[in-house]
């Protein structure tokens, strides 16, 4: 029995050392690769937003992919300086500058804004999933409309806000006096996830956070994108049977739209299921939030910027209305798209007018 205690005790050591030797070699590759990818993210998301705006473009979906990209921006152009000054500027030993009186406090409106831009777009993900799983099970028939999908996402931005309130209450700065350097720095307050012996304002703030900034959303995206694959199955099997028609062809459109929605909604859960299980063991395990999870903060962060980041990428290959919409709106691709579209319009008049020969 001891040998056995002893064995997989020096396993959970070695495994422990692994998990720290690859946090802290991953941290000095984080910053240039987290500022690369939100150098990339903010330039495309304002690019997303000025395509998405325009006239022809609008549409409740279109709508919430805007209210996205807002959100992703915020979180991005927040996380430059936190990435320049925390991980290139200063090191990890360098506690003096690290945490100063100013980057401190910048560091808790870090963590707030971050925590609530998130909540935002898992719950505008949320709201987009739902739209599109009821349009598409109407067959077209139920569609909201862009004023009310415009206060629905107004609704999910001061909803956050509010749900975010007690941690914005419990984050705070605290001097800590250095003898070895006979100085003070300042570090936020330690944010208390086990909740034994919590005080009740940390427990409302750790249950709201990991219930309606992380688990419910989650669960309801995962639950509307079944249904969604259930409803696309349903009505390809229908589009197949219909052959050619009219009909047809619409619903082969709206396949293209869930289909590129689906691949936005995986992108939230592959980015987000995972802390909000680590978050969830830190809950009911003592010191698990401070000896595993933040080993795997940095990856986290970085799933997180990737999804932020990576939409463009997706309207470009699957959304040809985007990427018509963009080709009009770039100066260098204008003209070259201007003779592809006639040549593709010509070439369809083409197809039709063999067609209605063979008709005939």
Not at 212 to 221: E, F, Q, S
Not at 233 to 241: A, D
Not at 277 to 297: K, N
Request: proline share 2%; hydrophobic share 45%; with cysteine.
């Amino acid at each position: 029995m001891n040998n056995s205690s002893s064995g997989s005790d020096g396993l959970r050591s070695t495994m422990y050392q692994n998990l720290e030797a690859y946090a802290l070699a991953y941290w000095y590759m984080h910053p240039y690769i987290s500022l690369i990818i939100c150098t990339f993210g903010i330039s495309t998301n304002i690019v997303n937003i000025a395509i998405l705006c325009q006239k022809k473009m609008i549409n409740s979906i279109n709508c919430i992919l805007t209210g996205i990209a807002i959100s992703d921006i915020l979180t991005m152009l927040d996380y430059v300086p936190y990435a320049m000054h925390f991980y290139l500027l200063t090191d990890l030993h360098d506690t003096l500058r690290r945490y100063t009186y100013t980057w401190s406090h910048y560091l808790a409106v870090h963590s707030c804004l971050s925590i609530t831009t998130h909540t935002i777009s898992l719950w505008l993900a949320v709201l987009m999933s739902a739209i599109r799983y009821f349009f598409i099970r109407s067959r077209g028939r139920w569609n909201i409309s862009v004023s009310r999908t415009r206060a629905a996402i107004v609704a999910v931005y001061v909803a956050s806000i509010i749900v975010c309130i007690p941690n914005y209450v419990v984050t705070d700065v605290l001097p800590v006096y250095l003898p070895t350097h006979n100085a003070t720095v300042y570090r936020i307050k330690n944010l208390q996830i086990y909740l034994k012996n919590s005080t009740t304002m940390n427990a409302i703030n750790v249950w709201l956070f990991i219930l309606v900034g992380k688990a419910m959303p989650c669960v309801l995206i995962c639950v509307f994108g079944c249904f969604l694959l259930k409803t696309l199955r349903q009505s390809q099997q229908l589009s197949e049977s219909l052959k050619l028609t009219a009909t047809s062809r619409r619903m082969r459109a709206h396949k293209r739209t869930t289909v590129m929605l689906l691949a936005i909604i995986t992108m939230f859960i592959i980015s987000e299921l995972p802390s909000a299980i680590l978050v969830l063991i830190s809950v009911f395990q003592e010191g698990f939030f401070m000896d595993y999870y933040m080993l795997f903060a940095d990856t986290l962060d970085m799933l997180s910027l990737t999804n932020n980041a990576i939409n463009f990428i997706m309207y470009c290959i699957m959304s040809r209305q985007f990427r018509d919409c963009l080709c009009e709106n770039l100066p260098l691709c204008h003209a070259t798209y201007s003779q592809y579209k006639s040549a593709r319009t010509s070439e369809g008049n083409t197809r039709a007018g063999n067609t209605a020969q063979i008709c005939h």
